[in-house]
């Protein structure tokens, strides 16, 4: 068996293109044009490129964006201020404080601070709370993505048994909630599963949908893929490579040369869920100016 490839970098010019008419409906409803503000701190090589990458799909949408930059050396207080200014501002749609953050800023604080109308990282407790409670307003950008991309290639996870293997507060907790609610696109049986659990392969190989979510090049084996399973791969890790000119390659979560052989269908990295989580923010940029905007 060799598997099928889903095509992140297609679906999310679909979700793109959908997110344009939006646009365009928006403002010839006479509306404000939506606003996606970041806010980089540091000097992080990928954190620059994750920006550089929204900043490029906003404007192909029609959706204005600005970054806003601060030095590595900027005080948990003076971060603070600036999410109190952009929480007032009537100009910004949503925004998002990019990740990692200096160690001299507690993340959890920074979050709190957000207004969670503006909260296009569906990160805040309120935001979290709602999605735990069936009613989401915005849900993390990566967890829409690999639900947009189960549902666009035609494996809705309803009813299927989904391992997640990750916990993390970004992807792997929302993701397992998103996908087990009740609802259209969703009503799995889910189990979350991570580094420290177990045989994790037992674990993994009664997923007939597999995501992972670890963080660690290289997890999941294909002796840890249940044939004819669907394997969605989140990891993005940077592995030293002297073949290329850039001395690096990227490296997913799962060995895909074996898993390969093994799945019915799987993301590639890159070119999978990266694409969808831009494109997802983008959507919830349009549905906080939507939710704004007057009736």
């Given at each position: 068996?060799?598997?099928?490839?889903?095509?992140?970098?297609?679906?999310?010019?679909?979700?793109?293109?959908?997110?344009?008419?939006?646009?365009?409906?928006?403002?010839?409803?006479?509306?404000?044009?939506?606003?996606?503000?970041?806010?980089?701190?540091?000097?992080?090589?990928?954190?620059?490129?994750?920006?550089?990458?929204?900043?490029?799909?906003?404007?192909?949408?029609?959706?204005?964006?600005?970054?806003?930059?601060?030095?590595?050396?900027?005080?948990?207080?003076?971060?603070?201020?600036?999410?109190?200014?952009?929480?007032?501002?009537?100009?910004?749609?949503?925004?998002?404080?990019?990740?990692?953050?200096?160690?001299?800023?507690?993340?959890?604080?920074?979050?709190?601070?957000?207004?969670?109308?503006?909260?296009?990282?569906?990160?805040?407790?309120?935001?979290?709370?709602?999605?735990?409670?069936?009613?989401?307003?915005?849900?993390?950008?990566?967890?829409?993505?690999?639900?947009?991309?189960?549902?666009?290639?035609?494996?809705?996870?309803?009813?299927?048994?989904?391992?997640?293997?990750?916990?993390?507060?970004?992807?792997?907790?929302?993701?397992?909630?998103?996908?087990?609610?009740?609802?259209?696109?969703?009503?799995?049986?889910?189990?979350?599963?991570?580094?420290?659990?177990?045989?994790?392969?037992?674990?993994?190989?009664?997923?007939?949908?597999?995501?992972?979510?670890?963080?660690?090049?290289?997890?999941?084996?294909?002796a840890m893929v249940r044939p004819g399973a669907v394997v969605i791969d989140v990891g993005t890790s940077r592995v030293d490579d002297p073949s290329r000119k850039r001395g690096y390659r990227l490296a997913g979560d799962v060995d895909f040369a074996g898993v390969s052989q093994v799945a019915v269908a799987?993301?590639?990295?890159?070119?999978?869920?990266?694409?969808?989580?831009?494109?997802?923010?983008?959507?919830?940029?349009?549905?906080?100016?939507?939710?704004?905007?007057?009736?």
């Amino acid at each position: 068996m060799t598997a099928s490839i889903i095509d992140g970098d297609a679906i999310a010019a679909q979700v793109r293109a959908e997110v344009a008419r939006r646009v365009s409906a928006h403002l010839a409803a006479g509306r404000p044009q939506p606003q996606l503000t970041a806010v980089l701190v540091g000097d992080d090589p990928a954190s620059q490129v994750y920006v550089r990458n929204k900043t490029r799909a906003c404007a192909e949408v029609g959706i204005a964006t600005e970054t806003l930059t601060l030095p590595a050396s900027t005080s948990q207080a003076e971060l603070l201020a600036a999410i109190v200014r952009l929480n007032r501002s009537p100009a910004v749609s949503g925004f998002i404080v990019q990740l990692p953050l200096p160690p001299q800023i507690d993340e959890r604080a920074v979050t709190r601070a957000i207004d969670p109308a503006k909260d296009i990282d569906g990160l805040t407790p309120e935001n979290l709370g709602r999605l735990l409670a069936g009613e989401p307003r915005f849900v993390p950008a990566t967890p829409a993505g690999v639900q947009q991309l189960l549902l666009r290639s035609g494996h809705d996870p309803g009813g299927r048994r989904v391992v997640v293997v990750g916990r993390s507060t970004l992807v792997g907790k929302p993701l397992a909630v998103l996908l087990a609610n009740k609802a259209p696109g969703a009503n799995a049986t889910v189990t979350i599963a991570h580094t420290g659990t177990r045989d994790l392969g037992a674990v993994t190989r009664e997923a007939e949908i597999l995501i992972v979510a670890a963080g660690r090049p290289g997890t999941v084996t294909a002796a840890m893929v249940r044939p004819g399973a669907v394997v969605i791969d989140v990891g993005t890790s940077r592995v030293d490579d002297p073949s290329r000119k850039r001395g690096y390659r990227l490296a997913g979560d799962v060995d895909f040369a074996g898993v390969s052989q093994v799945a019915v269908a799987i993301t590639p990295v890159p070119g999978g869920v990266g694409p969808m989580t831009v494109a997802m923010l983008l959507v919830n940029t349009m549905q906080a100016a939507e939710l704004a905007a007057p009736a």
